[in-house]
């Protein structure tokens, strides 16, 4: 099976649980707000609909901000999984990502923000590009997250 970041990092997909300690911001849960070493910044890095996030992905590896991609921008649930919380496992994931991969996948990216069919729903997005694994997000509180498997949509079985 193809996945998105199959070029540069490689993760799983496990629907995600989040504990109810919430931040001062009273949006994120205190466990989402420093990650792996690594505070969110929702300034440069937004997450407030799925094809933002997807921007923020975007710009977040052009900078080379791979780690703080994989704690903050892509679903917790496929991170934690892979990782398990130790931050050494991230940087050495992170080192794996060249600029070749990287390249690939900003490209493919960029192919689903401006090619693609989008389905959104209440807390789960999808972008369709023929040529290119479907593309899916999910929404966690008020923010989207990438997924690096894609999760098929309902009527898809």
Request: glycine residues 6%.
């Amino acid at each position: 099976m193809r996945h998105i970041l199959s070029a540069g990092v490689a993760l799983l997909l496990i629907p995600t649980v989040v504990g109810p300690s919430v931040a001062a911001d009273g949006l994120r849960p205190v466990s989402m707000m420093h990650r792996y070493g690594i505070e969110v910044n929702l300034d440069r890095f937004p997450q407030s609909d799925p094809q933002t996030t997807i921007r923020s992905v975007i710009k977040a590896t052009k900078a080379g901000q791979v780690e703080y991609m994989l704690a903050h921008l892509i679903s917790p649930s496929q991170v934690d999984d892979k990782l398990h919380g130790d931050a050494e496992a991230m940087r050495k994931l992170a080192a794996k990502a060249t600029p070749e991969k990287s390249a690939k996948m900003v490209a493919a990216l960029s192919r689903q923000l401006t090619e693609g069919t989008w389905t959104i729903e209440e807390e789960r997005a999808w972008s369709r590009v023929e040529g290119l694994p479907t593309l899916s997000l999910e929404k966690i509180g008020d923010h989207w997250y990438m997924h690096n498997t894609p999760v098929k949509r309902p009527s898809q079985g």
